[in-house]
């Protein structure tokens, strides 16, 4: 038999009331927090199903918060976009109202201080900034202003095209922020050329018509080495002479060479040059000469040439107004321009409304350059709606993927629930059993330790 020392018996006694005042104190605080699980020891299993959760749940919440950066950043950024819209209806509401021909020099004037506030308006929409100072349209260059105005009034982009995305859901990404580039520049130009003249009669080209896409593509693939801006150097040539006696009764006969983006030439333009005016020129003050230049290029150009009260060109083999001569000639440049964008089609527009039309010529060209102009605002509008329609596309996305993170963190609330939340009827009877169990505990510890052998003596 193993003999039981009296310290043995208080100790086991005071251990015995402890384990139940232990678990009696558990059971109060289960039901105090109306949590089953306090500490993993409780149900390890449980307590890692509950660890899991919490962590899922700690990734929804960045994505909410991912969500919430991408929602506002794009919001503020379709409502400039709805402004430059605006600006570029009514930039071409004034490119049509300029090619009223009874206006006046003032009365356009008066058209191109309009644009050019437009042009400013345009300009400060791109640069806009967030409410952390932010630029919107700098790309990557957030904290740069990413169109400056030069000392001539043009503009330079200094941004870059990088896009910033966020994480929306695992793996999934949504660009919060289009570029300056993107959204202000890169707008396909219809006639894919722009052209310029330099010449002192006044002669001028218009901007040219795309005839053959894949001729065009063909002929500037050639001279892709060749830096921006490529150009294609028409010479016309007036095949007449001057000193001839019976000029001007000579017949107009005009021919075109041109020289390559790299210099080579000159090469002959295989079509002839057609005079589409030639009987009204003397009414018109001009003959518009038809330089067909498809099957070198994919281009053809109207120029417009000035001509006499005898309806002939202006000088009739003196260009250059030195005197008759034979093979008196005019150049003229086409470069690349494969884009056109909103701000600088608005400058374009305010810089031709702002240039007196006193001539013949001039007339034809405004007109002319006012059509490319309005082609430009056109695919500018276009590329704005199709920005905008990305911008919403986005939008809806997220509307959805937020719908589908809160429906998770509810699906998760309720596992918790199931996992974690104490069931009070059963708990609430369990703590009457431990209050029970500890007063028969205490009980029986006062019982035991009161015996005594002397109590038999």
């Known amino acids: 038999m193993m003999r039981v020392s009296t310290n043995q018996a208080f100790t086991g006694g005071i251990n015995n009331i402890q384990d139940v005042y232990s678990r009696l104190l558990r ?8 949590q089953e699980v306090l500490v993993p020891s409780d149900d390890p299993v449980a307590a890692s199903r509950i660890l899991n959760i919490n962590e899922d749940n700690a990734i929804l919440d960045r994505y909410l918060d991912n969500i919430t950066l991408a929602e506002n950043s ?12 605006v600006g570029v209806q ?3 509401e004034l490119a049509i109202q300029a090619g009223d021909g009874v206006l006046s020099n003032a009365d356009r004037e008066a058209l191109a201080l309009e644009s050019q506030e437009i042009y400013e308006q345009l300009l400060g929409l791109a640069n806009s900034q967030n409410a952390r100072g932010e630029y919107i349209f700098a790309g990557s260059q957030s904290s740069i202003q990413p169109f400056q105005v030069q000392p001539d009034g043009t503009f330079i982009y200094v941004g870059d095209q990088a896009e910033r995305e966020v994480e929306i859901a695992g793996g999934s990404y949504v660009n919060i922020r289009d570029s300056g580039w993107e959204v202000y520049m890169d707008t396909d130009n219809p006639r894919r050329v722009d052209t310029r003249t330099t010449n002192i009669n006044n002669a001028r080209i218009g901007g040219g018509a795309l005839a053959d896409e894949l001729t065009f593509d063909n002929y500037f693939d050639l001279y892709t080495a060749v830096p921006q801006p490529q150009t294609t150097t028409i010479t016309l040539t007036d095949n007449r002479d001057a ?3 019976d000029f ?4 107009v006969n005009y021919t075109a060479t041109y020289l390559a983006p790299d210099g080579s030439g000159p090469f002959a333009v295989t079509a002839p040059v057609n005079v589409l005016n030639e009987d009204t020129a003397s009414a018109d003050g001009f003959l518009t000469l038809e330089v067909d230049m498809t099957a070198e290029m994919g281009q053809v150009f109207n ?4 001509v006499d009260t005898d309806g002939f060109p202006v000088g009739a083999g003196d260009a250059d107004g030195a ?18 964008g909103v701000i600088e089609t608005a400058y374009a527009l305010t810089q031709l409304l702002s240039e007196p039309a006193d001539t013949p010529t001039d007339g034809q060209y405004l007109s002319d350059q006012l059509g490319v102009i309005l082609d430009q605002l056109d695919a500018a509008g276009e590329s704005i709606d199709r920005v905008t329609a990305n911008v919403g596309a986005r939008m809806n996305l997220l509307e959805a993927t937020d719908a589908l993170h809160e429906d998770a963190k509810l699906f998760n609330a309720e596992a918790l629930s199931d996992i974690e939340d104490l069931d009070y009827v059963a708990a609430l ?12 505990a205490q009980s029986s510890f006062v019982t035991v330790t009161n015996i005594s052998l002397f109590d038999l003596l």
């Not at 005197?323 to 056109?340: A, C, H, K, L, T």
């Not at 009877?429 to 028969?440: G, K």
């Open 303 to 306: 120029i417009y040439v000035p």
């Open 27 to 34: 059971k109060q605080e289960q039901i105090s927090t109306g």
């Open 429 to 440: 009877s369990e703590l009457r059993l431990q209050e029970t169990v500890l007063q028969a």
């Open 243 to 245: 000193t001839d006696p």
């Open 90 to 92: 009514r930039l071409e």
């Open 248 to 251: 001007p009764d000579v017949p």
């Open 74 to 85: 794009l919001s503020e950024q379709e409502t400039i976009l709805d402004g430059v819209l």
């Open 323 to 340: 005197g008759p001569g034979v093979g008196e000639q005019m150049n003229f440049q086409i470069d690349r321009q494969e884009r056109s």
